[in-house]
């Protein structure tokens, strides 16, 4: 019998393991706007830069009797956009082990993932999902309770073919009927973003 555990990732450790899941998706999908998977320095160095800028950053591991726990899938919530104002809102990330898909385990991320952002103080998560085709990620965020927000038209090109993307979005907590956290990284003076 097969359990399932989510905890905090650990950069250094787990990169390999997190880009073996992402670069798939690269090179195989329209879920990710990237071209080339990032090496697992790469890797290691992006999940390094949120972990110490104070984003939730986790790993969802399986494991059973007598075999060591596998890393199946990876999620985690970073700035939504540089300047100072969009502090208290984030967007989310979350892939699933092509073996893994339909599991679960994207659930359990995303319920510990949004429980950890509004734990920090964040309001808000913006999921960015290219692709009309994308189906499966777009009802995923609606069952999690994430509600449409927009769409843009032909914004990306990926595989021979121009790509919409979509919006989507949920409220934390307070939500925008009090101001931010006073401390943490969601706060107006919180620590320096990465893009």
Not at 52 to 68: I, Q, W
Request: proline letters at 8%.
């Amino acid at each position: 019998m097969t359990t399932l555990s989510i905890r905090p990732a650990r950069p250094d450790d787990d990169a390999l393991a997190i880009q073996a899941i992402y670069a798939p998706y690269v090179l195989t999908s329209t879920a990710t706007f990237e071209n080339v998977p990032p090496s697992v320095d790469d890797m290691a160095g992006r999940l390094r830069t949120l972990v110490e800028g104070g984003y939730p950053v986790l790993v969802a591991e399986e494991g059973g009797e007598g075999a060591p726990p596998r890393i199946v899938g990876y999620a985690y919530a970073g700035p939504y956009h540089k300047r100072p104002a969009y502090r208290a809102t984030l967007e989310n990330s979350i892939y699933v082990d092509s073996q893994c898909r339909r599991g679960g385990v994207g659930a359990a991320l995303m319920t510990r993932l949004l429980a950890e952002a509004a734990d920090r103080g964040f309001r808000q998560v913006i999921a960015v999902i290219a692709d009309a085709d994308n189906t499966a990620s777009r009802q995923f965020h609606l069952r999690q309770g994430f509600r449409e927000a927009g769409m843009i038209a032909a914004v990306g090109w990926k595989f021979g073919r121009w790509l919409d993307v979509f919006y989507y979005q949920i409220t934390l907590g307070a939500g925008s009927d009090q101001p931010p956290a006073d401390e943490g990284p969601a706060s107006p003076s919180g620590p320096p973003t990465f893009r």
